[in-house]
């Protein structure tokens, strides 16, 4: 399994001084379109390099490749599923399938919707996936990405409302 295991590496410490579990698996998942996903990519790899989480990126199509995150551009399917088994924490981009994946696995899951003013995406339909789920209390929504330092540190604590089994129709 080469992304399918939690690798120890140093812990990360946070400003108050709590550690990052040295074996968390931080899985960010940016989908298959055509458009890229900067906006997310970029300030994971920074929060990467300094925490020293080990951290897999799926980045698509983005020109941005990753310095601190491993990553991969697309992955199958059933390896899809095993490191989102795997996972501490999903950060992923609004789609409706990856977010019903991650449910159903039980994960934390920080929601991150794509936006077409950003180049993003051709429209702004994630906003409203992503703000259901937040509403019913499934994830944690980032509309501004000045915002995902803070979603991560709640996801260390977050136990998502109906964690034990989706009711996002399969």
């Not at 992503?130 to 929504?141: M, S």
Request: contains cysteine; proline residues 5%; glycine residues 8%.
């Amino acid at each position: 399994g080469l992304f399918c295991r939690s690798v120890a590496c140093d812990a990360g410490f946070l400003p108050e001084g709590r550690p990052w579990r040295a074996t968390a698996l931080i899985l960010v998942i940016t989908g298959t379109t055509q458009y890229p996903f900067e906006r997310l990519l970029r300030p994971m790899d920074d929060w990467t390099r300094r925490f020293g989480v080990d951290v897999f990126a799926q980045i698509g199509s983005s020109p941005f490749e990753p310095r601190f995150m491993r990553f991969e551009r697309f992955v199958e399917r059933d390896t899809m599923l095993s490191l989102i088994d795997e996972a501490e924490i999903v950060v992923a981009q609004g789609g409706f399938g990856i977010l019903r994946e991650c449910l159903a696995a039980g994960k934390k899951v920080v929601a991150v919707p794509r936006y077409s003013h950003f180049g993003e995406s051709s429209d702004n339909h994630q906003e409203q996936v992503v703000q259901a789920l937040e509403d019913a209390k499934r994830v944690i929504a980032v509309y501004d990405i000045s915002l995902l330092e803070s979603a991560l540190e709640n996801a260390r604590h977050f136990r998502p409302s109906g964690s034990d089994k989706s009711r996002i129709p399969s």
